[in-house]
């Protein structure tokens, strides 16, 4: 394959002075969006919606379906709550952003969903959402014992004693899933950050970790809201 360099060197130039022209993270506008997502019965009859789970030591617990009228995101980390809530306004099916909360890592939004929506559009409501550029993560909501459990960017991993070096392997694993280890609480015991460029968000990326033969658990970390 021929490739032209004195064209790729031009492109890379042009993306270089554009990217330095502002360094201000700037709302998307016009933002497309599928108008079905806010019909309650365009999904309808589409299939069952997905069951989640999660493991609190060894005992998968149910999270049963997410909740379609909120979801949790967060952004460039150059936007300012009012840039962020700006970049939602652009999407019908959005009403508006709560108030952010910080994680190690990130600061997490809970965005609310239009009404009427099932769990299914609200995961199509959530795709669409972390297409946009100024998104860095989206995650579900569940409905549990009254409250609201928001799945944040972290995942607790603790490693099997005795398998060394333990943290090689989970920085190889962590290497292969785009997932950053954020700090070590003990010397075998860790805090996990995902982003929507990962493998999953940090519930899907908690439950691919305990699968692992050096790990012993590993588990999301939740952002707990008011109860409903």
Known sequence: MKIHIPWLSSLLLIIIFSSCRNDNVAPIRNVRFDPGLLNPLQAAGGGSCASYTYYY??????L?????????????ERMTDATAAEAMASYGFV??????????????????LAA??????AERAMAELAKNPAVS???????????LLGI????????????????????????????EIVMA????????RADKNSRGNALQMANFFHEQPFVKHAE?????????
Request: net charge negative.
């Open 152 to 179: 944040s960017n972290e995942f607790i991993v603790q490693l099997e004693q005795g398998r060394q070096p333990g943290n090689a392997l989970l920085q190889r694993l962590a290497n292969a899933t785009r997932t």
């Open 116 to 121: 009427g929506l099932n769990c299914q559009q």
């Open 185 to 192: 609480l003990s010397d075998d015991t860790y805090v996990l």
């Open 137 to 147: 993560y989206a995650s579900p909501f569940f409905e549990a014992n009254g409250q």
């Open 95 to 112: 009403e508006g952003l709560g108030q952010a909360v910080r994680t190690n890592s990130a600061k997490l939004y809970p965005v609310t």
């Open 64 to 76: 049963g379906t997410i909740y379609s009228r909120m979801v949790l995101l967060s952004f460039d």
């Open 220 to 228: 999301p970390d939740f952002v707990v809201s008011l109860p409903l």
């Open 57 to 62: 030591g060894n005992e998968a617990k149910s």
